[in-house]
T-cell receptor, first 112, second 114 residues
Framework: EDQVTQSPEALRLQEGESSSLNCSYT??????LFWYRQDPGKGPEFLFT???AGEEKEKERLKATLTKKESFLHITAPKPEDSATYLCAVEGSGGSNYKLTFGKGTLLTVNP | DAGITQSPRHKVTETGTPVTLRCHQTENHRYMYWYRQDPGHGLRLIHYSYGVKDTDKGEVSDGYSVSRSKTEDFLLTLESATSSQTSVYFCAISETLRPSGELFFGEGSRLTVL
């Protein structure tokens, strides 16, 4: 069974203090790893797709990287507006039906 | 922002009553999904649709049914609501089934079953 574990559960940073969020996964044949951002009371917003180890994607202050066992979401010089819950999800090739497995998320708070 | 509208946004109901949540999209995307989000759990798929009148079960489909009579509408029905179905329900859409994770979500419908 596919599993996704995100750490830490919560992270508090000062504005400008760079850090990383971790997404560890076990999956039978990775089809894709996905990052989302979710603001309170809103639906998740798609950020990145990573397909294979070594791949990197960037968007503004965010950079996502992928290895065979985990993905990191690096946040460089964060601003208060980066505060949100960040979700990671994986799709494996095992099984015939569509299945996307989500982690529980990391709540990021950036203080001014 | 993707044109996805969920209704109602908030609902309180009694155990044993039927409830229908509606998802309406203006993007003409083929694939539509219903997820639930609960504290301590990741998002979990209830049902999804790959076309008009074509639907399939997700990992937590017991107690739920869906219907899709038009491309733009996907309905989620709880035939007899239970307290365990208290949750936030999200509709999502995508243009393709692969890659499966590039979903666009609605704002959510918060359901409380007393």
């Amino acid at each position: 069974e596919d599993q996704v574990t995100q750490s830490p559960e919560a992270l508090r940073l000062q504005e400008g203090e760079s850090s990383s969020l971790n997404c560890s996964y076990t999956v039978s044949g990775l089809r894709g790893l996905f990052w989302y951002r979710q603001d309170p009371g809103k639906g998740p917003e798609f950020l990145f797709t990573l397909y294979s180890a070594g791949e990197e994607k960037e968007k503004e202050r965010l950079k996502a990287t992928l290895t065979k066992k985990e993905s990191f979401l690096h946040i460089t010089a964060p601003k208060p507006e980066d505060s949100a819950t960040y979700l990671c999800a994986v799709e494996g090739s095992g099984g015939s039906n569509y299945k996307l497995t989500f982690g529980k998320g990391t709540l990021l708070t950036v203080n001014p | 922002d993707a044109g996805i509208t969920q209704s109602p946004r908030h609902k309180v109901t009694e155990t044993g009553t039927p409830v229908t949540l509606r998802c309406h999209q203006t993007e003409n995307h083929r694939y539509m999904y219903w997820y639930r989000q609960d504290p301590g759990h990741g998002l979990r798929l209830i049902h999804y649709s790959y076309g008009v009148k074509d639907t399939d079960k997700g990992e937590v489909s017991d107690g739920y049914s869906v219907s899709r009579s038009k491309t733009e509408d996907f309905l989620l029905t709880l035939e007899s609501a239970t307290s365990s179905q208290t949750s936030v329900y999200f509709c999502a859409i995508s243009e393709t089934l692969r890659p499966s994770g590039e979903l666009f979500f609605g704002e959510g419908s918060r359901l409380t079953v007393l």
